[in-house]
Nanobody, 117 residues
Framework: QVQLVESGGRLVQAGGSLRLSCAAS????????MGWFRQTPGNERDIVSS????????YYANSVKGRFTISRDNAKNTVFLQMNSLKPEDTAVYYC??????????WGQGTQVTVSS
C-alpha cells in the first residue's frame, strides 16, 4: 500500500518562506516521478512542480519559477518543496503526488498553505 503524507503547511506572511515535505511509503520510491500540485476552492488542481526519479530533471509552473525549489531524498523516501517569497496568490491546499510511470497515480491528503498580505 502506497501512502503519501504531506506536512509543513501553515499560515505565513507575504514574503515569507515555507518548506513542505512529503513522506512516501513504497519500496520503489526512487523510481517514481514526484510532484507537487495545488488547488483553491472551485478551481482545478494544478501542477506546481515535479522532479524525476533521479532528481536530474525538474519542472516548475511559470507562476513559481525562481521562488520554489523541488528536491528529493530517495534514501528517506521524501520529496520537498521549498517555497520562498510567498505571495497571497500562493494560498492553496498543496498535494504531493507520485507517478510510477506516466500518470499521477498516488496522492497525499493535502496540506494547507495560507499566505497573508
Amino acid at each position: 500500500q502506497v501512502q503519501l503524507v504531506e506536512s509543513g503547511g501553515r499560515l505565513v506572511q507575504a514574503g515569507g518562506s515555507l518548506r513542505l515535505s512529503c513522506a512516501a511509503s513504497g519500496r520503489t520510491f526512487d523510481r517514481w516521478t514526484m510532484g507537487w500540485f495545488r488547488q483553491t476552492p472551485g478551481n482545478e488542481r494544478d501542477i506546481v512542480s515535479s522532479i524525476s526519479w533521479s532528481g536530474g530533471s525538474t519542472y516548475y509552473a511559470n507562476s513559481v519559477k525562481g521562488r520554489f525549489t523541488i528536491s528529493r531524498d530517495n534514501a528517506k523516501n521524501t520529496v520537498f518543496l521549498q517555497m520562498n517569497s510567498l505571495k497571497p496568490e500562493d494560498t492553496a491546499v498543496y498535494y504531493c503526488a507520485a507517478a510510477p510511470s506516466t500518470n499521477w497515480v498516488y496522492w497525499g491528503q493535502g496540506t494547507q498553505v495560507t499566505v497573508s498580505s
